[in-house]
């Protein structure tokens, strides 16, 4: 899920790792470690030797990563009004679930 949101899969498997594999706070912690990623990731996966070397070469165990089915249900969407994302309005739109 994060390689298709454009991260690389270097910087997709650091922040996983950073956050116990939970894919949520991995996306966020990718949006806040975006000024200087690279380091980001050098510093989760072991500091710059791991970043130097060929993809792959680190001595740490990997955790295994799936995507998983990609079988998901639209429940709604957020939506902007206005000129910029600085002024406008954001609205939600959400799914009637019918019980």
Known sequence: MLTAMGFET???EAALLATSG???RAGDWLFSHMDDLAAAVAAVKGGAAAADGPPGSSTGARPAVTDGSGDFQL???ISH???NTACGHYVAHVKKVRF
Do not use: K
Request: proline letters at 0%.
């Open 75 to 77: 429940l709604g969407i």
């Open 22 to 24: 939970n894919v949520e």
């Open 10 to 12: 270097d910087a997709a």
């Open 81 to 83: 009004m206005g000129s």
